[in-house]
């Protein structure tokens, strides 16, 4: 058996942290052999209700579970951490702005961004909680002892959305949508390109009128989650968790060579501005992704990719003074 890796999870009382801790701890995300270590961080008025989803795990018996630590102190959970959810933070109450949304959490990720200087050099941290782009972007900046290619956003929910979308609308598995690129930010901005996608083995931009994909299916995708809580009274949590797992399990394992939409730090790739958080398309192997350069974009894709440059900008314009 494998040495247990430790993997740090914020918010874990909450509904995501909930759908997500169970798969961690049996083995679909680090692979079937490979034992976890799970570091629970919550915030101190809610470490009670954390002891019952402890009490749960451990009632589950999982068998690569190696142990399970609580904290309301992120140094402490974050202390050796090989990988990082970063789930917890201020959801948008009715009468915020997405820039008051900014502001708001920009605290909450300096501080964690700091103690992450207490992880592992090579740690993965992957930001859930929104707005994720701009939230990655200070925790790494305030983590100055860990790589910025080691901070990735959460993009892979609106992948999956996009995937399960088409594949319901033609009646098949989703295993026969592949290839579609989410650009941009996780916000309504975002861009779900079908340009290299196919259904079926055929392209998709041959199957559906151009007009609706770039049109009503660019909005549904990007509102989903509106829908979602319009649905069901509560905003997704099991498909977020669920996103979460592809995103750090292609990332540590590999993504069998096929185009993941993640996150990352731009170094000036596809004319975007280095140093933003930008969803592109990447490839996973051996623990690393590396972003696919030399796509061909079109001109409706561009035009995306600059609405959501400045979008993101002006999220970072938000917090300048935490980044300073």
């Known amino acids: 058996m494998k040495k247990a890796i430790r993997v740090a ?67 402490r959970a974050f202390d050796g951490a090989d990988a990082v959810f970063l789930v917890g933070s201020r959801p948008r109450s ?61 993009t892979r929910l609106d992948q999956n959305r996009a995937e399960g979308m088409l594949a319901q609308s033609r009646g098949v598995p989703v295993r026969e949508v592949k290839e579609i690129v989410v650009w941009g930010n996780h916000g309504e901005t975002m861009h779900p390109d079908t340009t290299w996608a196919t259904l079926g083995g055929r392209p998709v931009n041959e199957q559906f009128d151009l007009s609706w994909l770039q049109g009503a299916f660019v909005k ?14 509560a905003s997704s949590a099991a498909s977020a968790a669920s996103a979460a797992i592809d995103h750090m399990r292609d990332w540590a394992l590999g993504s069998g060579g096929k185009l993941v939409s993640m996150g990352v730090v731009s170094s000036g790739q596809y004319g975007i501005p280095a140093g933003l ?45 935490l980044l300073a």
């Open 94 to 154: 009715a009468d915020m702005t997405r820039a008051d949304l900014v502001a708001a959490n920009g605290p909450i990720f300096v501080g964690q961004g700091r103690a992450l200087n207490r992880a592992n050099a090579s740690v993965k941290v992957l930001t859930v909680g929104n707005p994720c782009n701009t939230n990655t972007l200070i925790a790494a900046h305030y983590a100055s002892d860990i790589p910025k290619t080691q901070f990735t956003a959460m």
């Open 277 to 321: 958080v930008f969803s592109m398309p990447c490839r996973c192997e051996g623990g690393a992704y590396k972003v696919v350069e030399g796509l061909e974009t079109d001109a409706f894709a561009k035009a995306k990719i600059a609405e959501n440059v400045e979008a993101l900008q002006g999220e970072r314009a938000a917090v300048a003074n």
């Open 9 to 75: 999870v914020t918010g874990a009382a909450g509904n995501i942290g909930y759908a997500l801790l169970w798969r961690i701890a049996n083995g679909e995300c680090f692979g079937a052999d490979q034992p976890v270590i799970l570091s629970l961080l919550e915030v101190t008025p809610v470490l009670p209700k954390l002891e019952g989803t402890v009490m749960e795990l451990v009632d589950s018996a999982l068998p690569l579970l190696a142990g399970v630590d609580t904290s309301d102190d992120a140094a």
């Open 220 to 233: 549904d995708v990007a509102q989903r989650g509106k829908y979602v809580i319009q649905a069901r009274g």
